[in-house]
């Protein structure tokens, strides 16, 4: 268990126990009391798969993540289809956020999800972009937020942000002394 963040342990157990995923995902909504829906870009089971600076190819969130090196490219295996319900959420949004989140194993994931990406590409919805407040060690340090930028670029072919949203203070030093 070591190395899996506590919701991915949650959604796995719940999916477990209803044999399904998006039921997973409306009884932990339902736990935690969330107020509006969560809608998973995708319904099919897939691997997230990492070619390394090294070359090394890794798959699966947790050797991703704890190998702390830079990658070079993500992607999924396979490539999965959309949830028409979240294509449809994102078409009807009058605004839509990106993270914040870990580059690689939440921000990216999700819109190489096919069809992702390009929706909100060609949407007239507000798109908004939430930077983190910290990298993720090994994998961004020392990336700015127009390097976060490139990769999003990179892997989508797309520009797709109206608006960043940047913290402009400076991170509690306890914040900063966890990384």
């Known amino acids: 268990l070591d190395g899996h963040p506590v919701g991915n342990l949650l959604l796995a157990a719940l999916t477990q126990m209803t044999g399904d995923f998006q039921r997973a995902v409306d009884r932990l909504s339902d736990l935690i009391g ?5 809608l ?26 704890s190998r702390r090196k830079r990658i070079k490219r993500l992607s999924l295996d396979p490539s999965p289809r959309p949830q028409p319900e979240a294509i449809r959420a ?8 990106v993270g914040p989140g870990s580059l690689y194993t ?54 797709m942000f109206d608006y960043i949203l940047v913290n402009r203070r400076p991170v509690d030093p306890s914040l900063v002394a966890r990384y």
Not at 46 to 58: H, K, P, S, T, Y
Not at 90 to 97: F, G, H, K, N, T
């Open 34 to 38: 969330l107020r509006g829906q969560v």
């Open 90 to 97: 994102l078409i009807d949004a009058d605004a839509i956020v």
């Open 106 to 159: 939440s921000i990216l994931p999700t819109l190489l999800v096919e069809g992702v990406a390009p929706t909100i590409s060609g949407l007239n919805a507000v798109r908004i972009y939430v930077a983190n407040l910290m990298t993720e060690p090994g994998e961004t340090d020392g990336y700015t937020l127009g390097d976060h930028l490139r990769v999003i670029r990179a892997h989508t072919g797309l520009d």
């Open 40 to 65: 998973p870009s995708t319904a099919d089971d897939v691997r997230l798969r990492a070619e390394m600076d090294c070359g090394e190819i890794l798959s699966g969130e947790t050797a991703i993540v």
